[in-house]
């Protein structure tokens, strides 16, 4: 009963930050790898996931009803999402990732120098592309971070975030809201790889993934209600927590 609360509370912390900017794996993933430390990867991962996709299905619901989304790009974006996610998941199920860990935190720390460098980033929504091209790109980012989400996991929503702000011209916000339909495919294709492999534990998914939606409609309703450069400051504070963590993780432990 103690390590579902301890799960419970960490999978609510991370629907409320995936929701505003993406990144909760930096709660609940630690988490369940410090709750249940003798688990396989693969099984810490379904479970997340068997959770994580209530939250970002109901964010992306929400922010729908709010935000005006560009649907015939973020089609291509989706369908390419699930593909790559889907090759992710396969991937992780026979090779161990730890091999990326020292190369996130460099990569991490080069988007928020880049964040920050340019103040007025993500501040205006202004499309850059239109038709098949804005398609070609959202689906190039779709399979790129849908790889990255099935394989790996960590900051995938701020990735989506940030490519969306800095290669199709959104605003944050608008970039927050296209990232939670991405982020949808990219736990569904996962999750269902990973059922099928036996990789998930149905009751803690199941415990998780209430306090994920809570956690979920508590950080849509701010980030709505307080627009683009509220997401903004929350994506710079988030993926410099993902940095430390990251880099930590990398480099420090033992």
Known sequence: MLELMIVAAASGL????????????????????AVFPTA????????????????TAWAARQYAQR???????????????????FGGAWMLTIVNPAGMRKALPLVLLGILAYTLAKKELGREHAPRF?????AVLAGSIGLAIGFYDGFFGPGTGSFFVFLFVRLLGYDFLHASASAKLM????????????????????????????????????????????????????????????????????????
């Open 183 to 254: 982020n949808t495919a990219t736990n569904a294709a996962a999750l269902v790889l990973l059922i099928s492999k036996g990789h998930i534990w149905w009751h803690v998914a199941a415990v998780m993934a209430v306090t994920n939606v809570i956690g979920s409609l508590l950080g849509t309703r701010l980030a709505l209600r307080h627009g683009a450069g509220f997401v903004r400051g929350v994506f710079i504070v988030v993926v410099g927590a993902l940095i430390c963590k990251t880099g930590y993780d990398a480099f420090l432990r033992g």
């Open 130 to 134: 239109e038709g098949r091209r804005e």
């Open 67 to 85: 935000v005006t989304l560009r649907w015939q790009a973020l089609g291509y974006g989706v369908a390419a999402a699930l593909i790559g996610s």
């Open 40 to 55: 396989h990867p693969a099984t810490l991962s379904g479970s997340n996931k068997g959770a994580a996709i209530w939250g």
């Open 14 to 33: 991370a629907g409320f930050i995936d929701a505003i900017v993406g990144g909760g794996g930096l709660v609940l993933l630690p988490a369940l790898f």
